[in-house]
C-alpha cells in the first residue's frame, strides 16, 4: 500500500471536533476527541476512539461513563484548549467553565451534551473503540456543529 495515499484517502473521512470529559474519583480527564460516529438507533449507541493509554482512554475505561460535547462551529478555540492534559484551577478545566452533572465534568461552553453509558470497549489498536449507549442529551443551542476538516487540523491516515 502506497502509505501517502492511505494518509490522503483516511483524512478524506468526515469528522466532528468534540470534547470528552469523564471522572473517576477527584481525577478529572478532558480531551478534544474527533473519531466518533452514531452506531445503532435503538438503543442510540456512539462509538469514540481514545488513544491507548492516555488519560481520557483511562478515565474513561475506569469510569464507563463520559460526557461528549459538541460544539459550535466557531468554537475552534475551545476545542484546541483541550489538546493539552487536565489543568484544574479556580473551577475551571484548561481555563473552561465547568460545573458536575451526574459527578462528571461539563463544560458550559458547548452547544449540546450527551451522556454515554459504556457497553463495550474493543481493544484493537492505537485506539480502542468504545460503544456507548447514550441516557440523555442537553441540547442548548441548535447551530451548525465543528467539523475537523474546516479547523484546517488533520487527525489520522
Not at 136 to 157: A, I, M, Q
Request: hydrophobic share 40%; proline share 4%.
Amino acid at each position: 500500500m502506497d502509505e501517502q495515499s492511505r494518509k490522503i484517502a483516511l483524512r478524506m473521512i468526515s469528522y466532528g471536533v468534540y470534547i470528552i470529559t469523564s471522572k473517576v474519583g477527584q481525577e478529572i480527564s478532558a480531551a478534544t476527541v474527533t473519531w466518533v460516529s452514531q452506531a445503532s438507533f435503538d438503543p442510540p449507541i456512539i462509538s469514540v476512539c481514545l488513544k491507548r493509554g492516555s488519560h481520557p482512554y483511562k478515565v474513561v475505561k475506569d469510569r464507563g461513563e463520559f460526557l461528549l460535547h459538541i460544539l459550535s462551529e466557531n468554537q475552534k478555540d475551545l476545542a484546541a484548549s483541550f489538546f493539552k492534559p487536565s489543568k484544574i484551577k479556580n473551577g475551571q478545566i484548561n481555563g473552561e467553565k465547568y460545573e458536575l452533572q451526574d459527578d462528571l465534568p461539563l463544560i458550559t461552553a458547548g452547544i449540546a451534551n450527551i451522556y454515554c453509558h459504556v457497553l463495550e470497549i474493543i481493544e484493537i489498536g492505537d485506539h480502542p473503540l468504545f460503544l456507548a449507549e447514550v441516557k440523555h442529551v442537553t441540547v442548548r443551542k441548535n447551530v451548525s456543529p465543528l467539523e475537523l476538516r474546516k479547523t484546517g487540523w488533520s487527525y489520522g491516515g
